[in-house]
């Protein structure tokens, strides 16, 4: 009996050996690692199973901007596994498939002008800085921003969605100018179609083919200079182009320079004229005043022989301070220097 107790404790010793022997071989061959399942699919292997799941509980509950909440339908699961030391484990990977199945809602703040939404940005002072710097830019009220939650992530960088708001508020402005500009045209075509009944109605004829009654009329007319003190510069045709008379003066009223009814009051900006008025004075005669710094009239305004129309400037296609005066027969011009008393 003494001699099977010794030969049992003689085999687990030798078992204890061989166990231990096989422990340090599997040590240096292999190592732990955690195989991570997320909806029953392994997406890989990460040596510490605590800290991805910590991480992502701490994401869950506090997620990061732009992300308002966070919420994932089923989270992963870990598994105890050897590999070979060889084996190379993935957690950026895991992370990023997980983070795949997380559903997010961002929050973030729109940009809107009038009702239409141009952008969105992360941060409510990028939001409020773009609407403050268009509004004082371009005198542009009708550009807000609001707070929204979405799940779609649309934010876009503060550069870009500045550009788009600011590009988007000169196109509105752009068509309320083309809008206004139609109005305002088909309003002076409705006051020159006034002007011209009235100018009709008194026996003239305007804008038709160069007639005796224009030419008996132009002959008895009296022209005084358009302003005070005149001196007469560049005249009819002096150069190619030049369909008038320049008038230089140190007064500063323009006057109309017979009776009639305004029908032109215009600003072509740095171009030809500038701000110019054309006055009617029936039988298909009118007068033109160009280069004004101001025009004090309207359309379909009667005026009389010496009413102050606007103030000399030089605005248009100028080079100096004076009035551009023309005579003009069924809207043609001649040369008014003849004419002008």
């Not at 966070?70 to 105890?80: N, R, T």
């Not at 729109?110 to 992360?122: A, C, W």
């Not at 005796?212 to 510069?233: E, H, K, V, Y």
Request: net charge neutral; with cysteine; charged share 25%.
């Amino acid at each position: 009996m003494k001699y099977y107790s010794k030969k049992v404790i003689k085999y687990i010793y030798i078992t204890i050996i061989l166990t231990f022997i096989l422990l340090v071989l599997g040590y240096l061959k292999f190592k732990p690692v955690f195989t991570v399942k997320l909806n029953g699919q392994e997406i890989g292997l990460v040596d510490n199973n605590v800290k991805v799941s910590s991480e992502l509980e701490q994401y869950l509950k506090e997620p990061v901007a732009p992300v308002a909440v966070a919420h994932i339908e089923q989270k992963p699961e870990f598994e105890l596994k050897f590999v070979s030391k060889n084996v190379d484990t993935n957690e950026t990977e895991v992370k990023e498939k997980i983070d795949e199945k997380i559903e997010k809602t961002y929050r973030l703040y729109e940009i809107k002008v009038g009702e239409d939404v141009v952008g969105s940005v992360e941060k409510e002072e990028d939001a409020k800085k773009i609407a403050d710097e268009i509004k004082a830019d371009r005198g542009y009220n009708e550009i807000t921003y609001h707070e929204q939650l979405s799940k779609e992530n649309t934010i876009k960088s503060y550069e870009e969605v500045k550009k788009l708001a600011y590009d988007n508020v000169v196109s509105v402005q752009s068509g309320e100018r083309k809008v206004a500009e139609a109005k305002r045209e088909a309003e002076e075509r409705r006051l020159r179609e006034v002007a011209i009944a009235s100018v009709s109605s008194r026996g003239g004829s305007v804008r038709t083919s160069v007639s005796a009654s224009a030419a008996q009329t132009l002959s008895g007319m009296s022209f005084r200079t358009p302003i005070d003190s005149a001196r007469f510069g560049v005249g009819f045709y002096g150069y190619a182009g030049h369909t008038g008379q320049d008038i230089l003066s140190n007064s500063s009223n323009v006057k109309a320079s017979a009776s009639g009814i305004v029908t032109t009051v215009k600003d072509l900006g740095n171009h030809s004229y500038g701000r110019y008025i054309v006055i009617d004075h029936g039988n298909g005669i009118s007068t033109l005043y160009g280069h004004c710094s101001s025009l004090l009239v309207n359309i379909g305004q009667k005026v009389e022989a010496g009413q102050i129309i606007g103030i000399k400037g030089s605005t248009g296609n100028s080079t100096g301070p004076h009035v551009h005066f023309e005579i003009r027969v069924n809207g043609r011009a001649i040369n008014p220097r003849p004419y002008i008393s």
